[in-house]
């Protein structure tokens, strides 16, 4: 990654630049996304800023050139009793001009760094056609366990997801 990037937590202060990038993002890769930017463009900045979590496991990572953001992360714990032991990634997402210079790899590492302290598994799916992202993600170990047919549809058109876990435990024992 090179050396003027930094990553760091999101606060709600940073929730302009984070809107941006998320509607960028659910814009230019619709089929990476389970939300979509009809839904999220109309929200207000109080909604966004209020979707940042300020404590506790739940977190958003960004990646930062100076001061824009240009990737980011998401990981988020099930809340339900008997699911806390699990969290997922979601909401990956590294500008085109950033690509392919290690930044989604250390955005998703941060992301399994930070679980690992929470939870013993993270999952997280993945757009089956979608290269360049199960390639970043089972690069750092996570493993495919199935497949969603017709996962995410858009207009006519419906995409297969695969869902994949890393088991923190067994990372940590290894
Ligand atoms: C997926 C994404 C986050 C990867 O970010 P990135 O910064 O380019 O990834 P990295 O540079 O860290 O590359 C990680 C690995 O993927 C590979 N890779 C990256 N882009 C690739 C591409 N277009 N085709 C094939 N492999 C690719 C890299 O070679 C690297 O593999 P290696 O470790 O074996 O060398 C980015 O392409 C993106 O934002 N895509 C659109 C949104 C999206 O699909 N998000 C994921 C939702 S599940």
Request: net charge positive; aromatic share 10%; no cysteine.
């Amino acid at each position: 990654m090179s050396a003027n990037l930094s990553i760091r937590l999101l606060h709600p202060s940073d929730a302009q630049a984070y809107r941006d990038l998320r509607l960028e993002a659910l814009k230019s890769s619709p089929a990476a996304f389970g939300s979509s930017y009809e839904e999220e463009s109309p929200l207000p900045i109080q909604t966004i800023k209020a979707r940042i979590p300020v404590s506790g496991p739940n977190a958003i990572f960004g990646a930062f050139s100076d001061k824009a953001l240009v990737g980011m992360a998401g990981f988020a714990v099930y809340e339900r009793m008997k699911a806390r032991h699990k969290g997922v990634m979601w909401g990956v997402f590294v500008k085109p001009d950033w690509r392919k210079q290690a930044v989604g790899k250390a955005l998703v590492q941060q992301v399994i760094d930070h679980a690992s302290r929470h939870v013993i598994m993270l999952e997280a799916a993945v757009g089956l056609a979608n290269e360049s992202a199960r390639r970043t993600y089972h690069s750092l170990g996570f493993r495919p366990y199935g497949i969603e047919r017709k996962a995410i549809r858009i207009g006519d058109t419906f995409y297969d997801e695969e869902l994949l876990y890393l088991d923190l435990a067994r990372l940590a024992g290894a």
